[in-house]
């Protein structure tokens, strides 16, 4: 089993950057595929970025490709992701989620994530 807990969201200015962490529980935290999704009020879940259990392959989403960045080490059981040129638009709850495994391909689907932390807290004010 494996607990998240995020840190780093917060309230900043349209065009800031954050650095959103994950600190994970337990030893086996380098089989597990890590991604970060978010939710805004009345909007859908939404896949923003994954990486797979050794760090060699990332994926993104279609709006904020080119703008984050999401980096691990395993040695240290905690994710990041970085964002950048930040938008209002970006503005939702973030989320870390985990999936037991050590396929290359990564799952862009929140159902198919076995464990969630908390969730923190993304501002942009315009």
């Known amino acids: 089993q494996v607990q998240l807990v995020e840190s780093g969201g917060g309230l900043v200015q349209a065009g800031g950057s954050l650095r959103l962490s994950c600190a994970a529980s337990g030893r086996t935290f380098s089989s597990y595929a890590m991604a970060w999704f978010r939710q805004a009020p009345g909007k859908e879940r939404e896949f923003v970025a994954g990486i797979i259990w050794s760090g060699t392959s990332t994926y993104y989403g279609d709006s904020v490709k080119g703008r984050v960045t999401i980096s691990r080490d395993n040695a240290k059981n905690t994710v990041y992701l970085q964002m950048n040129s930040l938008k209002p638009e970006d503005t939702a709850v973030y989320y870390c989620?985990?999936?037991?495994?050590?396929?290359?391909?990564?799952?862009?689907?929140?159902?198919?994530?076995?464990?969630w932390g908390q969730g923190t807290q993304v501002t942009v004010s315009s």
């Open positions: 989620a985990a999936r037991p495994s050590l396929s290359r391909t990564m799952r862009t689907r929140s159902y198919d994530y076995d464990y």
